[in-house]
Nanobody, 122 residues
Framework: VQLQASGGGLVQAGGSLRLSCVGS????????MGWFRQAPGKEREFVAA????????YYADSGKGRFSISRDNAKNTVYLQMNNLKPADTADYYC????????????????WGQGTLVTVSS
């Protein structure tokens, strides 16, 4: 599946953004979808994931209570709603697709979109 992320931008601390990722090619609903992020000088890290039909989700501790992942398989799209953003959330955000549930490992996600930059000012 090919993935295209969008929705990044500059926002003040406390603000919100919604990222989108559109998939094309092989059936989007066959994949667990995830979001990762990579801050300057840091390793890419897991943010959130959602199951094939959207019934289950899990989050990294950094985003619990502030981030919400969802998907619309009819639109081949996964979303990441980010609220109460903090300067520490500044990063390139990547969507990714996996065939297995329950993993946060980069190597388990076989398809990646390009990053979309989120910058949170203090």
């Amino acid at each position: 599946v090919q993935l295209q992320a969008s929705g990044g931008g500059l926002v003040q601390a406390g603000g919100s953004l919604r990222l989108s990722c559109v998939g094309s090619g092989r059936s989007f609903s066959n994949y667990v979808m995830g979001w990762f992020r990579q801050a300057p000088g840091k390793e890419r890290e897991f943010v959130a994931a959602i199951s094939w039909r959207g019934r289950r989700t899990y989050y990294a501790d950094s985003g619990k209570g502030r981030f919400s992942i969802s998907r619309d398989n009819a639109k081949n799209t996964v979303y990441l709603q980010m609220n109460n953003l903090k300067p520490a959330d500044t990063a390139d955000y990547y969507c990714a697709a996996a065939e297995q549930w329950g993993t946060t490992m980069l190597a388990d996600f076989s398809s990646w979109g390009q990053g979309t930059l989120v910058t949170v000012s203090s």
